[in-house]
C-alpha cells in the first residue's frame, strides 16, 4: 500500500455536480479528495483484504447464531428485550441480508484488522461504487495512470445480482432517506439503481413521511402501501420507536433485516474475539463494565480471555460505545491515560465495549482506514477514508484507490 500524489482530473467538480455528488465538499473542506490514490498490489488485495473479510463476515454470522439462542447476551447488546424474538425470528427464518462495510486498520505489512462493521445502514456507497470508478477510467485514459491498471470494484455489480437472489422479478422497493441529508440519499440512490438494474420498482421515499395505515400497514406519503423498504434508519433507533411494535404484524418486509441489529453493533466485537481469540484479523475486545476494575489495575479479571491480552490492553485501548455514528463517544487510552476523545460527546449514555488499540499508519500527514463492502456474504470491493486525527470522523476525505502489479 502506497500513496501516491497525483493530478486532479481538471473538470471533476462540474462532473460530480453534474451527476448529483453534491457532497464532495462538506463543512467546508473537501470530502472527495483526488491530489492523491492508495496504490495496493493485487496480492495484497485478495490476501489481505478480500478474503479476510469475506471470512470475518462468515464468523460475524456465527456469532449471531450464538447471541440469538443467549438471552444474556441478547441483553447485553442493547436491543430492547420487547424486540428481541423479531430480531431472532428474522435470524432463523433466513431473511436475506443485502449489505455492509467493514471498517479495517490496514499498514501495508501485517493483516487487515477489524475496527467495527457497519452492517446496517453504511454509507460513502456512492462515491466507492460508482465515482471512484469513473476517476479511475479517466485517469487511465489521460494517462495518469497505467493502461493495465486496476481497482477492487464489483460493489455495484454485485448489488444487481444481490437484488435479484433476494427479491422476486419486479417487485416495488421503496427506499427511504431523511430528507435534507444528500450523502443519505446518494446511498439509497445508489442502491435504487441497482434494484432497476436487477429489474426491480424502486421508489424513493422521506423517512418522516412514512406512517400506519388503519390496517395496521405501512405506507408512503402517497398512502402506497409498502411492500418491501430499504432504510437508512438504524435498528437501534427503529427499535426505540413506536412504529417498531408495528413490523411483525404489518406484512412489512425490512431490508435490512432485524438481525442485522446485532452485526451493525459494536457489542458483536467481544463475542467475535470469545469465539475466535486469537484471529488475526480481529483485536482483543470485551464488556468494558467486565474489565474496567483489571484495566484501572485493581486485580485480575474472572473473565475467559482477558488476563492473556491485559497486557497489551493496558498498553493501548479504544473505548467506543456499542451504537455511535462518525467516531462519536469513542477514547483512546495509553498506559493507563487518556489520550484522545472524540469531539462529539452524544452517545457517552451507551454501554461501552473495549477494544486494543490499533494505531492507523501515517501517510502523508493522514491516517487511512480501508473500508471493505460486502455484498451478501463476500467482499466485493473497499474504499478508502482518511483523517489526521486518530479517531477517524465525519471530516474524514474519501480517497480513490488503485490496484498496480
Known amino acids: 500500500m502506497e ?21 464532495a465538499d462538506m463543512h467546508g473542506a473537501p470530502y472527495w479528495d483526488e491530489t492523491s490514490a492508495y496504490a495496493f498490489s493485487l496480492a495484497e488485495i485478495e490476501d489481505r483484504i478480500e478474503d479476510p473479510s469475506t471470512d470475518l463476515h462468515a464468523l460475524c454470522r456465527e456469532a449471531v447464531d450464538l447471541i440469538v439462542s443467549d438471552e444474556s447476551l441478547m441483553s447485553r447488546m442493547g ?18 441480508e443485502l449489505y455492509g462495510r467493514m471498517d479495517l486498520a490496514y499498514d501495508g505489512e501485517g493483516p487487515a484488522v477489524l475496527l467495527e462493521y457497519n452492517a446496517d445502514t453504511p454509507t460513502s456507497l456512492y462515491e466507492s461504487a460508482s465515482f471512484q470508478w469513473l476517476w479511475l477510467e479517466q485517469q487511465m485514459a489521460a494517462g495518469v495512470l497505467p493502461p493495465d491498471a486496476d481497482q477492487f470494484n464489483g460493489i455495484h455489480e454485485a448489488l444487481v445480482e444481490r437484488w435479484g437472489q433476494i427479491a422476486a422479478p419486479e417487485t416495488d422497493i421503496h427506499f427511504a432517506a431523511m430528507k435534507d441529508m444528500p450523502e443519505d440519499y446518494a446511498t439509497v440512490e445508489a442502491l435504487a439503481w441497482s434494484a432497476r438494474e436487477a429489474g426491480m420498482g424502486a421508489h424513493y421515499t422521506d423517512l418522516e413521511s412514512i406512517g400506519l395505515t388503519d390496517k395496521g400497514q405501512f405506507a408512503d406519503s402517497e398512502d402506497r402501501v409498502i411492500g418491501t423498504l430499504f432504510k437508512l434508519y438504524p435498528w437501534e433507533d427503529l427499535f426505540r420507536d413506536s412504529f417498531a411494535d408495528h413490523v411483525a404484524s404489518s406484512g412489512l418486509r425490512l431490508i435490512e433485516p432485524a438481525w442485522k441489529a446485532l452485526v451493525s453493533n459494536k457489542a458483536i466485537l467481544p463475542v467475535l474475539w470469545q469465539i475466535a481469540p486469537g484471529h488475526p484479523n480481529l483485536l482483543p475486545a470485551f464488556f468494558l463494565d467486565d474489565v474496567a476494575d483489571s484495566l484501572a489495575g485493581r486485580g485480575l479479571s474472572r473473565v475467559p480471555g482477558f488476563n492473556a491480552v491485559a497486557d497489551r490492553l493496558a498498553r493501548g485501548h479504544v473505548i467506543k460505545p456499542i451504537f455511535s455514528r462518525e467516531g462519536a463517544s469513542v477514547r483512546i487510552v495509553e498506559n493507563g491515560r487518556e489520550t484522545e476523545t472524540a469531539p462529539d460527546h452524544s452517545y457517552d449514555d451507551q454501554p461501552m465495549i473495549v477494544q486494543e488499540y490499533r494505531a492507523l499508519p501515517v501517510m502523508g500527514g493522514f491516517r487511512p482506514i480501508i473500508g471493505a463492502w460486502i455484498v451478501g456474504q463476500t467482499c466485493v470491493g473497499m474504499g478508502v477514508r482518511e ?12 480517497k480513490p484507490h488503485f490496484i498496480s502489479g
Open 387 to 398: 483523517d489526521q486525527a486518530r479517531i477517524t470522523q465525519d471530516l474524514s476525505r474519501f
Open 3 to 23: 500513496r501516491r500524489d497525483l493530478p486532479e482530473r481538471p473538470d471533476w467538480r462540474a462532473e460530480a455536480e453534474r451527476l448529483g455528488f453534491t457532497f
Open 79 to 96: 436491543i430492547p428485550r420487547a424486540h428481541w424474538d423479531l430480531v431472532a425470528n428474522s435470524w432463523r427464518a433466513g431473511e436475506p
